[in-house]
């Protein structure tokens, strides 16, 4: 009820600040982008993570205003990092949207006034939308996401394969990325895939989507997702998400 209050404030006084997760290329090891993740420093509490004011912001609407922020962040980050790197260094951002963002009208007009104002190529920007909360909206949902696909932007189911009708899903909507839930990759104890692990990077070869593969903290989870091709890889084995020096400085030692 106190976070509830104290939360409109934290969004217009700049108590927010994002950090960035490394997402590494499994064929190369280079870093080709970033998760934004949201954090509350709160004046009393301290550093608060997601968990426990995301679900409030949902709640309350604030999160269209906390997302709005984020996007714009996350934008602005992504094209100081892209004009201070070498030309041929290509980086994306990902932001994560919320249902009830992506339930605005205003989200497209949103996403292309933050992609034009920070002067981003679209198809560096990647919203990353969880599909279990998905479900309700569908025809919504297909509508817009087919109206921010337009804008060049690339979009990412995440925690794919923990919803049900995840496979539907991926028939139905315009997704580029599919982003398997950690507790896939958490199943894996030696250097050797999962069945469902393989099918899901099969799968997403088939549909001509990338997969990322979330929560790579071993190096044996890393060489057994390189050898079933699977794309993209975030995880504590690279980098936990990091400030944004801090993110430069592996960008850096990574070229
Ligand atoms: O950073 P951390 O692993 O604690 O993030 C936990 C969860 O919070 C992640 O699953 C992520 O999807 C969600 N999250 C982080 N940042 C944002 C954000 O800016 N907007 C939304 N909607 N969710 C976020
Ligand atoms: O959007 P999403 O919910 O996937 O956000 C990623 C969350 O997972 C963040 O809260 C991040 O801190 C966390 N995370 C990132 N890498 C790892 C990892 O290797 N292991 C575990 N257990 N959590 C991770
Ligand atoms: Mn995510
Ligand atoms: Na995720």
């Known amino acids: ?48 993570a997601p968990d426990a004011f995301i679900g409030i912001a949902e709640e309350t609407g604030l999160i269209v205003q906390l997302g709005q922020w984020v996007l714009e962040e996350a934008c602005q980050q992504l094209r100081t990092w892209q004009l201070t790197l070498p030309p041929d260094a290509a980086l994306s951002m990902s932001v994560n949207l919320s249902v009830r963002q992506l339930e605005q009208a205003s989200i497209v007009q949103s996403v292309r006034d933050a992609v034009d104002q920070f002067g981003l190529d679209p198809s560096t ?7 279990t909360v998905i479900i309700d909206h569908m025809e919504t949902d297909r509508s817009r996401l087919t109206a921010l696909k337009e804008l060049g932007v690339q979009i990412a189911l995440d925690d794919f394969g923990v919803g049900y009708s995840s496979l539907r899903y991926v028939d139905d909507l315009p997704v580029d990325i599919l982003k398997v839930d950690r507790s896939f990759v958490g199943g894996i104890t030696d250097d050797q895939p999962t069945p469902v692990l393989e099918a899901i990077v099969a799968l997403g070869g088939r549909l001509g989507v990338h997969t990322t593969a979330e929560g790579i903290e071993h190096p044996n989870q890393l060489s057994a997702l390189k050898g079933i091709g699977c794309d993209l890889g975030q995880g504590y084995w690279f980098s936990p998400p990091v400030a944004a020096d801090a993110f430069f400085e592996l960008l850096m030692r990574n070229l």
């Not at 939360?7 to 998760?35: D, F, H, K, N």
């Not at 920007?125 to 599909?131: A, H, S």
Request: hydrophobic share 45%; no cysteine; aromatic share 4%.
């Open 1 to 48: 009820l106190e976070l509830k209050a104290d939360l409109a404030r934290a969004i217009t006084s700049g108590q927010l600040a994002l950090m960035y997760q490394p997402v590494v290329s499994l064929q190369t090891g280079r870093i080709t982008g970033a998760e934004a993740l949201v954090r509350w420093d709160h004046p009393r509490r301290g550093r608060l």
């Open 125 to 131: 920007l990647t919203l990353e939308i969880t599909e």
